[in-house]
Each structure stands twice: as C-alpha cells, then as structure tokens.
C-alpha cells in the first residue's frame, strides 16, 4: 500500500478586526462641548443643573433624521464647529445656526443627512448668523461614560462630555453601533425660525405684579424689546432693558434690594431679576437663588435662548399656560418655524395660581413657575424656620407618594418647586393633588429632623476673596457700596461697633442649612439658629462675573459656601473646603438639609493645603450626629425673646440708614 503525504495546510492570515467606530478631533472649534437630551435630571435639588443642548429642538431633530433616540449624545457648536476625521463610514447630519460645512472640502448642505466616508474629514465653520449655535449629530450617537445618569458637560462643574470641559484637539469620541438615516433631510416646516428679533412665549410668574413689580413695571417688561448682552453664556442670557421702579422699598430680611427674596428654586428659562439686571436663566444656570422673576418662558420655546445672539432684540409675548406648545412635539406643533408668538393674551392672574390656608396660623399660595411647574410658598415673606419645617413635610410627604408625572422637586426656605411632565400630570391636576396633601401633613411642631453638627474651616478674609472684589471693582463697578471691603459694609449694615464684631458673630453661630444648590454643586443656603447671630446685608447689584469656589458669603440673612467657581452676589466672608467631591459617584454633596456648619478658623495657607487634601480623596470632615426639634427651637426663642428684640432693634436701625443712603446716592432710583 502507498502511502501518500498530503501537506498541512497553510496558515491562514487572522481576519483582520473592523476598525472601531470613532471620530478622531482635528480642530476642536471655538466652545464646543458634548451634550445629550434631556441632560443630567434628578439633581436640581442638589445644585446640579440638566445641562444638555440649549437648542434642544436643532439637536433632537437631527438624532431623529438620523435614527437615533432623541437624546442621543452629540456635540454643541458656539460660534464655529470642529473639524473631525472619521474611521468608519459614518452619517451625520449638522443643524442649528448657519454655518459653512464640508466633507473631504467638498460643500454639504445643512439639515440633511451626510455620509462621511472611512478616513472622511468633516469641518464646521464659524457661524454665520443669524443663532449662535450649530449641532453635530452622529448615527449611533456618541458613547462616553455617565456622570449622574448623563454624558451632558458642565463646564463649571468640570464633569460630563470630554473630561467635563470642551474639545481637545486630538481627542477621540466613540461612536454607538453605526445605522442607516430613517430620512435624506429634516422637513423644512420642521426646522426652527432663526432672526435677529425674537419673540418668546412666556407664562405669568412666579414673582409678578403688584407684590413685587409695580404694574407699570411688568407692562415694560412684556411691552419693551430687550437687547441681548456680550456677557452671555449657558448659564444665563444677561439682556439690557429698562430699570424697574419695583413695589417693594426693599427685600426686607432677604436683601436690601427690593429684587432680593428669600431663596427660592429657579426654573430653567425664569427671567430673573438679578438686581436690576434681567438674565434669562440657561440650562446651566443655578437651581436655587434669591432673586424675583416674573416671566418663564415656556418649555417648548427654551430652544430659542441656544440661538440668541448679542445684540438681538427679545420681546416676552404672554401666552396662557394651556395654548403653550407641547416640549414633545418636534413637528409643525412646535410652532418653531414661525417668527412670531400667536397670542391672545396670558392668564392674568400676576402668576399665582391659588391661595389657601395650611393651616390656622399659616396661608399657602402657589404660584405658576412655567408651564411645567408649580412653586408652592408657605407664609409671609420673612425668615421662619417654621416654614421651612412645612416645606420639609411637604416635601418628605411628595417622596413618599412618588405621584407619576413629578419630575423634580426642589425645596427652598420657604417655598417649594414641583416640576412635572404636563402630558402626565397637568397642572390643575397637581394643584389637587397638593391640597389634599396638606390635610394630610402632620403639625409643624411636632417635626423632628436629623440635624448633624457638621465643622468646617473658615479663612477669614481670604485673599482670593479680595482678588474677586478687586476684579469687580475693574470690570462691573468700583462705585458699589460694599466696595472696596465687604466685612466692612457688613458690619456697617448691621449697626456692629468692630469688624471684630463680625468676626465673633459668624465664628459663634451654628448656621442651619435651609437648602442646598445656592450656587451649584451642593451649596447651601444656610441661616443662624440663634436670631442674634444674623447678619443681614444685601446682594451685589449687579452680580460678580467670577467667583472663586467654596468662598463663604452672606446675602439677606442667609449664609452660602460657593459650589465652583462662576458668578455671585453675597457678600464674602471668607473660603472653606469643598463642598462637592467629584471622587464619588454617587452623593458627592457633602451636606444635607437641617445641618449646623459651625466654623473653626484657619490661615489662607492652612485652608490650602486642606483643599489639597480633599481634591486627593483625603475628605476628613468632623460631624457630630443630633436633632432639629422645631418646638424645642419655639421654646429657645420665647425664653430669650427681649433680648433677641434688642438685637432686632439696632440692626433694623442701620438696616434703615443704609437704605436711606443708598436712596440719597440714586442707588436705589432717585428721590
């Protein structure tokens, strides 16, 4: 038998991998940022804004041209846009303002779906107006990992996106699983009016005429066309426009300023009255402030505020909450691609929706906040740790029921923000629901909180707290009264003898933390215990553009440690230690509501080295575990009530000359 040898077969080349779907960053553009939609929701309560597109109708019609879910990951253009190669064969579309796009050189069109090819060069040029905004949308979306439930960046909170900050050149973006376009372009009707005059929908409220504006006011603000300002960004668009005469002498216990309340949550398109400055909050705007704002435009016309540009004109158009365009329309419903806000008027009711009583000694109104949201207030407009204690009940009690259709709930000093999916829960079904709420809440008297006695270190007078001073004064106003020193016009505004005085008064308090999210990122609003110890100054009129992060200031009566850096108004203090651990993934807020910060001192070298320590993972923070008791707390006010009243006095009486300065310089408007 033969045998015959049959070779062994040749190795066979390993198939070679499919290259991964990415886009790799040529040119990072001007301010161009990862973003998703709805964006980071669930933590306004705790400061942090949803972030996301602010057109979000140019970003969600393009994911939906291209078959993507509508929130899917894609980048925001300021100004100008990237240029991107891609690896795989990849389609795209760009929408928003307009702007010149290419690929591989060659001219594309807006609007429409692209194929990119492997190895492709996509490149957004700078925006031609009018809009500020352009949008790049991938088939597949881009995949980053998760902060909080999104890939949203916010810029100054350093997370979300690319590493929490806009593109880098030479950054990679990894794209989902790659599909086909569901359509060749977004219908014309669909796509939004872009101009250089606006028109917004606005809801009445929350803060209207008469009890905060006078009628004449609030007839210029919905009657005047407003111009937008250069100092404009996400988290706020700054307008320039007539000064309000305001009904209010001033803030009382909230400010001396008669635009300054007792903090409240914001709702994201709220005109607020920062002073006499309107800014129309921006989906990276803060969540919780103490500033009246009489108008909030409507969810479905928020898009617009993406688009505004400096020097574009805006006019407020009232509309009545029912006839709003819905949020979730993206067609011809949306109304987006008409220049002008049909209107037959808005509800007329200055903004509040209903008044009643919680109970024997407490009224209730709630006031519209929004077509989407309602803002429950408790009391009268004074610091009462009472209400505060209502508000809790009321919110511990919205937890507890998790009614469907509530979206977000943000507790104030003495007030309460329900945001809600109107398509869920209408308003008018809300306002039911929370009355028969409050039947159900127990006595204020008997709430029992935990209240942990948590310390911190203060560097009084901190020297990056006076470079914030100095840079006001160089580039908003060196006129202010609270400059050059703001411990100085605190002790003046309280009637102190020292500014030592100042000094023993804050490092003697325990300061009870009412809110949290003042100003981004876990930081709280909070107040003394002890009447005696507070301090009660006004807000910088208008706000600072920088603020350096964990300064401790003071506005109305109420005492805020800084989030991040960014704009602000209390007066400062000092700096402690973070108050938000980007380490932790889960409650990176240091605080909780009913805590007591009390302050140990420490030198501006020693507050450095600790915020080194924290920033490295090191958080060593001493707490102390205890109990709020609001009757045992009624008792300790009525056992030292004549001398809390003395204090009251004196106060009150430089609380008066102040304003009446004010008044004599036109700080206030003229005589």
Not at 108 to 115: G, I, K, P
Not at 596 to 617: H, K, N
Request: glycine content about 12%.
């Amino acid at each position: 038998m033969t045998v015959v040898e049959v070779p062994a077969p040749a190795p066979q080349p390993e198939a070679a991998e499919a290259p991964a779907a990415v886009v790799d960053v040529v040119r990072p553009g001007i301010l161009v940022t990862v973003q998703d939609w709805p964006g980071r929701v669930g933590y306004w309560h705790v400061g942090v804004p949803p972030s996301g597109p602010m057109d979000d109708l140019s970003f969600r019609l393009g994911n939906r041209v291209l078959g993507n879910a509508e929130g899917a990951a894609g980048l925001e253009c300021t100004l100008g846009g990237p240029t991107l190669r891609f690896a795989t064969a990849t389609w795209v579309c760009v929408t928003g303002a307009p702007a010149d796009v290419t690929v591989d050189g060659a001219p594309v069109e807006q609007w429409r779906t692209v194929l990119v090819p492997a190895g492709g060069v996509l490149e957004v040029g700078a925006i031609r107006g009018p809009g500020m905004r352009t949008y790049v949308l991938f088939a597949g979306g881009i995949e980053l990992p998760e902060y909080l439930g999104s890939m949203a960046t916010f810029m100054l909170g350093r997370f979300g996106g690319s590493a929490g900050a806009a593109l880098r050149a030479g950054e990679i973006l990894p794209l989902g699983a790659p599909r086909d376009p569901l359509a060749t372009a977004v219908p014309t009707d669909d796509r939004p009016a872009l101009a250089k005059r606006w028109e917004l929908a606005v809801t009445e409220g929350p803060h209207g005429a008469p009890e905060f504006f006078t009628r004449a006011d609030f007839d210029a603000i919905v009657g005047t066309d407003y111009e937008v300002h250069f100092n404009s960004d996400r988290t706020g668009v700054r307008l320039i426009g007539p000064k309000p005469e305001w009904a209010r002498p001033d803030g009382g216990e909230a400010g001396l300023h008669p635009s300054n309340i007792h903090d409240t949550p914001y709702s994201v398109g709220a005109l607020d009255f920062t002073g006499d400055t309107p800014i129309l909050l921006g989906p990276d705007g803060p969540s919780l402030g103490g500033f009246v704002c009489p108008v909030t435009v409507v969810a479905a016309d928020r898009w617009k505020l993406g688009q505004l540009s400096p020097g574009d004109a805006v006019r407020f158009v009232p509309v009545r909450r029912e006839h709003a365009a819905s949020l979730r329309e993206l067609g011809p419903g949306r109304r987006a691609s008409w220049p002008s806000v049909l209107s037959a008027g808005g509800d007329g009711d200055d903004g509040v929706l209903r008044r009643a009583e919680a109970d024997a000694e407490t009224g209730v109104t709630y006031r519209r906040a929004g077509d989407d949201g309602v803002l429950v207030e408790y009391g009268a407009m004074t610091l009462d740790l009472g209400l505060r204690a209502r508000v809790h009940a009321l919110h511990q009690h919205l937890l507890a029921a998790n009614p469907r259709g509530v979206v977000e709930l943000t507790p104030g000093v003495r007030s309460l923000q329900i945001r809600v999916d109107p398509h869920v829960l209408p308003v008018p079904v809300l306002l039911e629901l929370l009355a028969e709420a409050e039947r159900e809440l127990p006595a204020g008297a008997d709430l029992v909180v935990s209240s942990r006695t948590v310390h911190l270190p203060l560097s009084w007078d901190d020297p990056a707290t006076k470079e914030a001073i100095t840079r006001y004064m160089h580039g908003v106003r060196a006129d202010a009264p609270w400059c050059p020193w703001n411990i100085e016009f605190i002790r003046r505004m309280n009637g102190l003898a020292t500014v030592q005085d100042v000094y023993d008064t804050v490092f003697g308090a325990k300061y009870l933390v009412l809110g949290l999210g003042d100003v981004y990122l876990g930081a709280p609003v909070a107040t003394p215990i002890d009447p005696r110890h507070r301090l009660v100054t006004t807000k910088y009129n208008p706000a600072r553009t920088w603020t350096p992060e964990n300064a401790v200031g003071i506005g109305g009566a109420y005492l805020c440690i800084y989030g991040m850096e960014g704009p602000g108004g209390y007066q400062f203090v000092g700096r402690t230690t973070q108050v938000w651990n980007h380490a932790a993934t889960e409650t990176p807020w240091l605080l909780r509501y009913f805590d007591r910060i009390s302050w140990y001192p420490v030198s501006a070298e020693e507050l450095l080295d600790m915020r080194a320590d924290f920033a490295a993972g090191k958080v060593e923070v001493r707490a102390e575990e205890g109990e709020f008791r609001l009757a045992d707390y009624r008792a300790f006010l009525a056992g030292n009530a004549a001398d809390i009243d003395r204090f009251r006095v004196v106060q009150a009486k430089a609380f008066v000359a102040e304003r009446d300065s004010w008044r004599r310089a036109g700080e206030l408007g003229a005589d």
